[in-house]
């Protein structure tokens, strides 16, 4: 619920916001691939490229067969 209103705050131009959301997923679960996909996907929207390689590095260090980290950090290598 929180990862969906994240995206809805993210849309209405509330990027700290969305943050914010997403922080707090990954506080009470620090293992919520999907919250810290979505975080790294915030940062790169707002030029954050640093922040969202190192979330998704996180990912792939707790998780390597994640292909959606995998991706979009092959995504943001190739943009380099």
Do not use: C, W
């Not at 707002?46 to 996180?58: E, F, H, P, Q, S």
């Amino acid at each position: 619920a929180h990862i969906r209103l994240a995206r809805i705050r993210q849309e209405q131009g509330r990027v700290e916001d969305a943050i914010g959301l997403l922080n707090e997923v990954i506080k009470s679960d620090p293992y919520d691939a999907p919250a810290y996909v979505e975080l790294a996907r915030v940062n790169e929207q707002v030029g954050r490229m640093d922040v969202a390689t190192g979330l998704l590095k996180k990912i792939l260090a707790f998780d390597p067969g994640n292909q959606t980290a995998r991706k979009l950090l092959k995504g943001l290598a190739d943009r380099r």
